[in-house]
């Protein structure tokens, strides 16, 4: 019989969580690296987080992966922050220790480079100016990796300038806000666009952005993955400008948890991306 303390259980914390394919990545890797575990949705409303965080040891959980929207406050709920968390102020994964306390951990700003490499394997943070389309929480792991990396400016637009200016406020003066309707003009001489709206999502109004003034050789990357293919995807990649979906930062920031969790560095293979998006056709 298996000896209780070799099966480790992790899990996403979120509202809603049912839409989420983290359980899909995380099951595959389980079977395919034959560790004996789970990863399981908890749908946690808003307001119940702390509780929600205080069960993790009690329940015999590894830890916790956090989505919307409850990564802020998670960050101010857990024992100690590793600097990339401290920095960006928002948790996606949470490791309980041995010894019952909780660390937080940020890994979306790690996503989002390892996915741009994929899609363009010799592309350089330091390569020229980046323009970020939105301010949320997928902004700020976007922009605070971005000049990480070496960027020489951040061109940051967001529907309320106010919260941009907000934003930029954080990471100092490469991070230049310009207004919504100069988002055409602010792709002049860039050599990346990112959009972290919701526009272009299924269901939400799809981003309306003239791309006459991009560099044809700048990389497009839009983080929304449903549908794998965005119309800004579609029409960059119908001008020729290399493209990255929102799917590869979704399956590289859970490598990093995987790894703190159940001890292994898992690896995107073919048929893991190819059983992902199967799932959003």
């Known amino acids: 019989m298996m000896e209780p303390k070799q099966f480790k259980a992790a899990g ?3 509202w809603p969580v049912f839409q989420s394919r983290s359980p899909r990545l995380h099951g595959y890797w389980l079977e395919r690296y034959g560790i004996p575990g789970t990863y399981v949705p908890m749908p946690v409303k808003p307001g119940d987080v702390a509780e929600a965080l205080r069960g993790l040891r009690a329940l015999g959980f590894a830890g916790c992966n956090v989505t919307l ?15 990339v968390a401290k920095r ?5 994964l949470v490791v309980v220790e041995a010894d019952g306390t909780l660390s937080g951990y940020n890994t979306d700003g790690y996503g989002f480079i390892e996915s741009l490499r994929d899609g363009k394997a010799d592309w350089r943070g330091d390569a020229g ?21 070496g960027a020489p400016e951040v061109r940051l637009l967001n529907r309320t300038r106010a919260r941009a200016e907000e934003l930029a406020a954080q990471f100092g003066a490469k991070v230049r806000v310009l207004d919504w309707h100069d988002r055409a003009a602010a792709l002049d001489g860039a050599a990346l666009l990112v959009n972290t709206t919701t526009q272009g999502m299924v269901g939400q109004p799809v ?10 050789d700048a990389l497009v990357s839009d ?21 990255v979906g929102g799917l590869g ?18 690896e995107i293979t073919a048929e893991l991306r190819a059983s992902i998006e199967a799932t959003i056709r």
């Open 223 to 243: 983080i929304v993955y449903n549908p794998l293919v965005t119309r800004l995807l579609a029409d960059a990649a119908a001008r020729g400008n290399p493209t």
């Open 88 to 92: 960006m102020g928002a948790v996606n």
């Open 12 to 14: 996403l914390i979120g």
């Open 207 to 216: 981003l309306e952005l003239d791309l006459a003034a991009l560099p044809p």
């Open 129 to 149: 100016p980046a323009v970020v389309l939105g301010a949320g929480g997928g902004a700020r792991s976007v922009v605070a990796s971005l000049l990480d990396e």
């Open 249 to 266: 930062m979704l399956m590289h920031q859970a490598r990093p948890s995987f790894k703190a969790w159940f001890g292994v560095l898992p």
């Open 69 to 83: 929207p409850h990564k802020e406050e998670a960050a101010r709920l857990v024992d100690r922050l590793d600097p």
